[in-house]
């Protein structure tokens, strides 16, 4: 863990990266915030109308903001006239559109929240404003899971309820990019209970078209499915499940067939294995935007904030 956040903090290192902490009425946001101040390496940015934060913070209060008329113009416009000028201005009231606005005018480079909402209320500002990149239809949830030296990725464990091939195949391949950027080499597992035909049904074949779609999205990536986990880890399974596969046992990627499978594998690898989770990140959209777990700790809130600064470099 350490040596991952001693790359990440080496590769911001004058960047000048801005993360918008729009909870700034909470005191793992303020203690976070202050840690990141103190170190000098990322810019934090908190959302506040208290009086009582330290002056070494760069606070903003959005009822005395001076940029207001301008985030509600650059909202009515980006909402293409689904939002009037009146409701842009109520919605920006909420810390969350209005820290999402200052990430879409550029005011800062990608925001943190979660700490005291839901994923939907740190997630819906991002979708209407932000939204995803061009080609990509859905945003998707990846946990990086580190381990001493180890590092994996697991995805979708957080957005897509019951992913399609297609959500599949975007999955795979927005999480090699997210992997790429943390300093993986991606070798994607699409997973499955079955693995090369051991079984066969509605949800194997949906697995083995998603691989096919996956593979002509990315042809330089190494992507295999559909595999059981074990033959995606274990070289001696894989040696005899797979023996053809492009991956023999070293999948570092992996793509769950569904959003109760995967919520379910990271846990069981955190709580069971002693792997760290660091996510959900927010995958697929034009700026980098994530969501923490309203029982994260200040520790969890810092983390974050590098990962997502890391992000706004790629």
């Known amino acids: 863990m350490a040596n991952l956040f001693h790359e990440i903090k080496h590769k911001l290192s004058g960047a000048n990266i801005s993360i918008v902490l729009p909870e700034g009425t909470d005191g793992r946001i303020i203690d976070a915030a202050e840690k990141l101040q ?10 506040s109308s208290s009086k009582k934060l330290s002056k070494n913070l760069t606070v903003i209060n959005p009822e005395t903001y001076e940029g207001m008329d301008d985030l ?8 293409k006239g689904k939002i009037t000028e009146i ?6 009231k909420d810390v969350n559109y209005f820290g999402t606005m200052l990430v879409y005018t550029g005011r800062a480079n990608g925001l943190v929240s979660g700490a005291a909402h839901t994923t939907a209320e740190t997630v819906r500002p991002a979708l209407q404003i932000i939204k995803t990149k061009p080609g990509i239809t859905k945003t998707s949830g990846a946990f990086i899971m580190v381990k001493d030296e180890l590092r994996y990725i697991f995805a979708d464990c957080a957005i897509t309820i019951a992913p399609t091939s297609e959500d599949l195949a975007e999955i795979a391949v927005e999480s090699a990019k997210t992997a790429t950027a943390f300093g993986i080499k991606p070798k994607v597992a699409m997973l499955s209970f079955s693995t090369k035909g051991s079984a066969q049904s509605d949800e194997t074949e949906k697995v083995v078209k998603a691989t096919i779609l996956a593979k002509e999205l990315a042809p330089n990536i190494a992507i295999e499915g559909e595999l059981q986990f074990d033959a995606s880890i274990v070289p001696a399974i894989a040696a005899k499940k797979a023996p053809s ?5 070293d ?3 992996f793509v769950f067939p569904s959003l109760e499978a995967g919520n379910i594998g990271y846990k069981i690898a955190e709580r069971l294995g002693g792997f760290e989770a660091i996510g959900p990140i927010l995958q697929g959209l034009n700026a980098p935007i994530n969501d923490l777990s309203r029982g994260c700790s200040a520790e969890d809130v810092y983390k974050l904030a590098y990962i997502t600064a890391a992000q706004a470099l790629e």
């Open 38 to 47: 103190a170190e000098g390496i990322i810019q934090p940015i908190v959302i």
């Open 87 to 92: 409701e842009a201005r109520a919605l920006l």
């Open 245 to 249: 596969a492009v991956l023999q046992g």
């Open 72 to 79: 509600v113009s650059a909202f009515v416009e980006r909402r």
């Open 251 to 253: 999948a570092n990627v």
